[in-house]
C-alpha cells in the first residue's frame, strides 16, 4: 500500500486545513489510520487516529477539539481537518496505516506499517 497525504499550505493563525491521504495499491479498509506530525527539529508526533470502521479515534491533547479525523471507505480516503491553527501546528504531516488490531498503543509510531509522503503545513501568526 502507498499512502500520500495532500492538501498542506500555507495559511494564518486561526484558519482552517483539511489534509487528505489517499491509497494505492491496496484498501484501507482493513487499517487502522493515523495522522502525525514533525517539525523542524523534533521527533516525529502523533496527532489522530481512527479506527478501521471509523467508529472510534483518538486525538493528541494539544489537537483535541480543534482536529477532527475521519475516513470515507467508499472512497479509500482519510483526512484531517484542521481548525483553529496556531502557529506550533506548524509541520510536516504524514499519514501511516496501522494493520494492528484495535487502538492500543496507537499513538506510538511503531504501530504503523506503511507510511505516507507527507505535506507541509504552515500556520504564520
Known amino acids: 500500500v502507498q499512502l500520500q497525504a495532500s492538501g498542506g499550505g500555507l495559511v494564518q493563525a486561526g484558519g482552517s486545513l483539511r489534509l487528505s491521504c489517499a491509497a494505492s495499491?491496496?484498501?484501507?479498509?482493513?487499517?487502522?489510520m493515523g495522522w502525525f506530525r514533525q517539525s523542524l527539529g523534533k521527533e516525529r508526533e502523533f496527532v489522530a487516529a481512527?479506527?478501521?470502521?471509523?467508529?472510534?479515534?483518538v486525538y493528541a491533547d494539544s489537537v483535541k477539539g480543534r482536529f477532527t479525523i475521519f475516513r470515507d471507505l467508499a472512497k479509500n480516503m482519510v483526512y484531517l481537518e484542521m481548525n483553529s491553527l496556531i502557529p506550533e501546528d506548524t509541520a510536516v504531516y504524514y499519514c501511516?496505516?496501522?494493520?494492528?488490531?484495535?487502538?492500543?498503543?496507537?499513538?506510538?509510531?511503531?504501530?504503523?506499517?506503511?507510511w505516507g509522503r507527507g505535506t507541509q503545513v504552515t500556520v504564520s501568526s
Open positions: 481512527i479506527s478501521r470502521s471509523g467508529s472510534s479515534t
Open positions: 495499491g491496496g484498501t484501507l479498509s482493513n487499517s487502522n
Open positions: 501511516a496505516a496501522s494493520g494492528s488490531w484495535g487502538l492500543t498503543g496507537i499513538r506510538t509510531a511503531t504501530r504503523y506499517d506503511y
